[in-house]
Nanobody, 123 residues
Framework: QVQPVESGGGSVQAGGSLRLSCAAS????????IAWFRQAPGKGREGVASIDTLGSTRYADSVKGRFTVSEDNAKNTLYLEMNSLKPEDTAMYYC?????????????????WGQGTQVTVSS
């Protein structure tokens, strides 16, 4: 595939859970980063979570303890498990991929971007 493809977004009440999926070809690179970003209405893009070639992960402070990023190499798929969702998690979520070893949550490190999937959390 040319770019990552996200799925799994939807509308949930606060406290609920969702699992996002991302099909990304770069998971097969010898050195690569895959990450989730999000952008809320009227706000800038925010890095959410990333995973490197060795499986090391990092998270934004705002989601630590609630979100978990993982991957299934056999299926070439990245996941973002979101628990205890809050209204402030409402955003368009994007999967991004690129070559690299240090997977900082900075958008300039990523070359390939998905179209986004909407997550809406209501009170």
């Amino acid at each position: 595939q040319v770019q990552p493809v996200e799925s799994g977004g939807g509308s949930v009440q606060a406290g609920g859970s969702l699992r996002l999926s991302c099909a990304a070809s770069t998971v097969t690179y010898s050195s690569r980063c895959i990450a989730w970003f999000r952008q809320a209405p009227g706000k800038g893009r925010e890095g959410v979570a990333s995973i490197d070639t060795l499986g090391s992960t990092r998270y934004a402070d705002s989601v630590k303890g609630r979100f978990t990023v993982s991957e299934d190499n056999a299926k070439n798929t990245l996941y973002l498990e979101m628990n205890s969702l809050k209204p402030e998690d409402t955003a368009m979520y994007y999967c991004a991929a690129g070559r690299g070893t240090t997977c900082l949550l900075a958008d300039y490190l990523y070359n390939y971007w998905g179209q986004g999937t909407q997550v809406t959390v209501s009170s």
